[in-house]
């Protein structure tokens, strides 16, 4: 695409991502100066098509950024009522108490909510303040100044030949330019994955871990429906295989969020966490309260779990990483979305100051040092050896070691064990296939528990046929050569969409085969794969799943 001519268009701040960290910053940009020309650019076909949360939403953001969002008519309408935490059996369940957890643990106070309708209402709000908001933008490039410094983005390049070439009908799409750029594209955002390369942000810092998040709404028997309750369990079916836990929240409308959330530092390449998420509904708890009930819609999302160690460096010259592009989720509350609004909400008021001054393209050193020192770090300080000591010691230790920890740190702002490691990557934390047994899963029944295509449907995901795989691969070789013998190709079971196939046919070679159609954008093959050969590119725009009220 080098040769391409484009148009350009200059803003003071261009905004990649419409979820809560790009929305928040464009709405405080815009209530500091109401003549700031800001631009958000999203891939999804709308606002909140691409967004999947589990979710409860701690307040705390959006009271800083709209301090009357009840009387705006801000969708937060079932407040927590309930809080409930088991230990599983594979037949029964231990309820864990709730008075020997720390209070940042608690619910109360907090809503269920669906993410995407809280950003659909966001976009509305920054439109009737002026913001340029456009859907189905996927943002491709990073446009770089004389020195090196970050300009803007390549937005809305539509109808590339299939070899990725330009062909008659390619739209050539826009560069847009800005005094700063915000890159608010979430978890493994890979604008952001190209600007912690190219600055090296990641230096000093701890690498970042994830989870994979899968989630369903199911419409149940009113009957069994308790608005405002929340589970959460851990347990079984993952035992010692890996990390991870279920949450069943009831929303409106007699509808619940059933999800499952498995670490992506497990071991054994055998594991599949997608059969673990439908072996998981057959649990006796789980599978009363879904039966006669019918699931609705599906999704997945990688999650950040690095946490405070985690965090890299977040601005570069010109340019800006918010919310998860960072990784700001408080792993034992499972909550981002309240660190992403405070991100947004920080940048902004630092991009503002600085244009103030006259100033551009250089970096906002201080909204770096408002995360870190500010409410986010605080949020996530108190929480940091949660996860290494989960990864390191397991789920008991954990959680007896992990809550006396985060109680010091809650009442005396100290930890026994000072800032844990993670070590790792995930990539690097999966073993050899021959080290492991394989698992076996049941077959889904097709009422409570579902194959993975099937699934997929429910996402209402679509990628044009026509358009190059956004899922490229650095090696051709590698998934038959390396991963097949050595890790029993794992993308065919860590995918949560089932893009990835090795198809064997007697007499033939092995073929490693991407169904990139079906990608639901969760991020995990481009954050899993142990030989790191799959890059995942943004598609064009209004490709990918279609969430209803993820
Ligand atoms: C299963 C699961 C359960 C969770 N549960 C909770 C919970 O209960 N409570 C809670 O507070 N948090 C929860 N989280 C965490 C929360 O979802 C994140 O912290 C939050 O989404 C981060 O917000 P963000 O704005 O940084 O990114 P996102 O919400 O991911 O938004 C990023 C947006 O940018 C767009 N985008 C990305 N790249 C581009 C590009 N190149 N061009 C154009 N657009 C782009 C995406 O389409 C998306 O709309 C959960 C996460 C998962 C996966």
Same mark, same amino acid.
């Given at each position: 695409?080098? $040769?391409?001519?484009?148009?350009?268009?200059?803003?003071?701040?261009?905004?990649?991502?419409?979820? &809560?960290?790009?929305?928040?910053?464009?709405?405080?940009?815009?209530?500091?100066?109401?003549?700031?020309?800001?631009?958000?650019?999203?891939?999804?076909?709308?606002?909140?098509?691409?967004?999947?949360?589990?979710?409860?939403?701690?307040?705390?953001?959006?009271?800083?950024?709209? &301090?009357?969002?009840?009387?705006?008519?801000?969708?937060?309408?079932?407040?927590?009522?309930?809080?409930?935490?088991?230990?599983?059996?594979?037949?029964?369940?231990?309820?864990?108490?709730?008075?020997?957890?720390?209070?940042?643990?608690?619910?109360?106070?907090?809503?269920?909510?669906?993410?995407?309708?809280?950003?659909?209402?966001?976009?509305?709000?920054?439109?009737?303040?002026?913001?340029?908001?456009?859907?189905?933008?996927?943002?491709?490039?990073?446009?770089?100044?004389?020195?090196?410094?970050?300009?803007?983005?390549?937005?809305?390049?539509?109808?590339?030949?299939?070899?990725?070439?330009?062909?008659?009908?390619?739209?050539?799409?826009?560069?847009?330019?800005?005094?700063?750029?915000?890159?608010?594209?979430?978890?493994?955002?890979?604008?952001? $994955?190209?600007?912690?390369?190219?600055?090296?942000?990641?230096?000093?810092?701890?690498?970042?871990?994830?989870?994979?998040?899968?989630?369903?709404?199911?419409?149940?028997?009113?009957?069994?429906?308790?608005?405002?309750?929340?589970?959460?369990?851990?347990?079984? &079916?993952?035992?010692?295989?890996?990390?991870?836990?279920?949450?069943?929240?009831?929303?409106?409308?007699?509808?619940?969020?059933?999800?499952?959330?498995?670490?992506?530092?497990?071991?054994?390449?055998?594991?599949?966490?997608?059969?673990?998420?439908?072996?998981?509904?057959?649990?006796?708890?789980?599978?009363?309260?879904?039966?006669?009930?019918?699931?609705?819609?599906?999704?997945?999302?990688?999650?950040?779990?690095?946490?405070?160690? @985690?965090?890299?460096?977040?601005?570069?010259?010109?340019?800006?990483?918010?919310?998860?592009?960072?990784?700001?989720?408080?792993?034992?509350?499972?909550?981002?979305?309240?660190?992403?609004?405070?991100?947004?909400?920080?940048?902004?008021?630092?991009?503002?100051?600085?244009?103030?001054?006259?100033?551009?393209?250089?970096?906002?050193?201080?909204?770096?040092?408002?995360?870190?020192?500010?409410?986010?770090?605080?949020?996530?300080?108190?929480?940091?050896?949660?996860?290494?000591?989960?990864?390191?010691?397991?789920?008991?230790?954990?959680?007896?070691?992990?809550?006396?920890?985060?109680?010091?740190?809650?009442?005396?702002?100290?930890?026994?064990?000072?800032?844990?490691?993670?070590?790792?990557?995930?990539?690097?934390?999966?073993?050899?296939?021959?080290?492991?047994?394989?698992?076996?899963?049941?077959?889904?029944?097709?009422?409570?528990?579902?194959?993975?295509?099937?699934?997929?449907?429910?996402?209402?995901?679509?990628?044009?046929?026509? $358009?190059?795989?956004?899922?490229?691969?650095?090696?051709?070789?590698?998934?038959?050569?390396?991963?097949?013998?050595?890790?029993?190709? &794992?993308?065919?079971?860590?995918?949560?969409?089932?893009?990835?196939?090795?198809?064997?046919?007697?007499?033939?070679?092995?073929?490693?085969?991407?169904?990139?159609?079906?990608?639901?954008?969760?991020?995990?093959?481009?954050?899993?794969?142990? @030989?790191?050969?799959?890059?995942?590119?943004?598609?064009?725009?209004?490709?990918?799943?279609?969430?209803?009220?993820?």
């Amino acid at each position: 695409m080098g $040769q391409i001519t484009r148009e350009s268009m200059e803003y003071d701040v261009v905004i990649v991502g419409a979820g &809560p960290a790009g929305l928040s910053a464009a709405i405080r940009l815009k209530q500091l100066d109401a003549e700031c020309s800001v631009v958000v650019l999203e891939k999804g076909s709308e606002v909140g098509a691409h967004i999947l949360s589990g979710a409860v939403l701690d307040p705390v953001g959006l009271d800083a950024l709209i &301090p009357d969002w009840k009387k705006k008519g801000a969708p937060l309408n079932v407040p927590v009522k309930d809080d409930n935490f088991y230990m599983l059996g594979e037949g029964g369940k231990i309820r864990v108490p709730n008075f020997p957890m720390p209070p940042l643990m608690n619910n109360h106070g907090n809503y269920i909510v669906s993410m995407g309708n809280v950003c659909r209402w966001m976009a509305e709000q920054a439109e009737e303040l002026g913001v340029e908001i456009f859907p189905g933008m996927a943002c491709s490039e990073l446009v770089y100044g004389d020195n090196g410094e970050v300009r803007g983005v390549v937005a809305g390049v539509f109808g590339l030949e299939a070899d990725g070439s330009i062909g008659e009908g390619t739209e050539p799409g826009m560069e847009l330019l800005g005094k700063y750029v915000f890159l608010s594209e979430g978890v493994r955002g890979s604008l952001s $994955q190209e600007v912690i390369g190219k600055y090296n942000l990641g230096e000093g810092h701890e690498p970042q871990k994830y989870g994979l998040g899968m989630k369903e709404i199911w419409e149940i028997d009113p009957e069994k429906h308790r608005e405002g309750s929340v589970t959460h369990t851990m347990g079984w &079916p993952l035992g010692k295989n890996a990390g991870g836990g279920s949450f069943i929240y009831h929303l409106e409308n007699n509808q619940v969020y059933v999800g499952f959330v498995v670490h992506l530092n497990y071991k054994n390449p055998h594991l599949f966490p997608y059969m673990e998420f439908q072996r998981f509904k057959h649990h006796p708890m789980v599978a009363e309260l879904l039966e006669g009930g019918k699931r609705i819609a599906y999704g997945a999302r990688a999650i950040s779990e690095g946490g405070y160690q @985690s965090m890299c460096k977040m601005v570069a010259p010109g340019v800006a990483l918010l919310g998860c592009s960072v990784g700001m989720v408080n792993v034992p509350r499972i909550k981002g979305n309240h660190n992403a609004m405070l991100s947004g909400k920080a940048a902004a008021e630092a991009a503002y100051a600085a244009i103030q001054d006259g100033r551009s393209s250089d970096e906002l050193s201080d909204y770096e040092t408002e995360v870190r020192e500010g409410a986010i770090g605080q949020d996530l300080k108190r929480v940091r050896n949660v996860k290494p000591l989960w990864s390191k010691k397991g789920l008991i230790t954990s959680l007896v070691v992990g809550g006396f920890d985060m109680w010091t740190n809650t009442l005396a702002g100290f930890s026994l064990l000072g800032t844990m490691g993670h070590g790792k990557t995930d990539a690097e934390a999966t073993e050899k296939a021959a080290l492991w047994n394989p698992i076996d899963y049941p077959k889904p029944d097709g009422k409570l528990s579902f194959d993975r295509l099937t699934n997929v449907a429910f996402s209402f995901t679509n990628h044009e046929e026509s $358009q190059p795989a956004h899922l490229k691969l650095r090696d051709s070789t590698v998934p038959i050569a390396v991963n097949l013998p050595e890790y029993a190709e &794992p993308a065919q079971r860590y995918c949560p969409a089932g893009v990835y196939e090795v198809v064997e046919e007697v007499g033939k070679d092995p073929k490693f085969v991407i169904n990139f159609q079906n990608c639901v954008h969760c991020k995990t093959c481009d954050i899993k794969d142990p @030989s790191q050969n799959i890059h995942w590119t943004v598609p064009q725009g209004g490709d990918g799943p279609n969430y209803p009220n993820m």
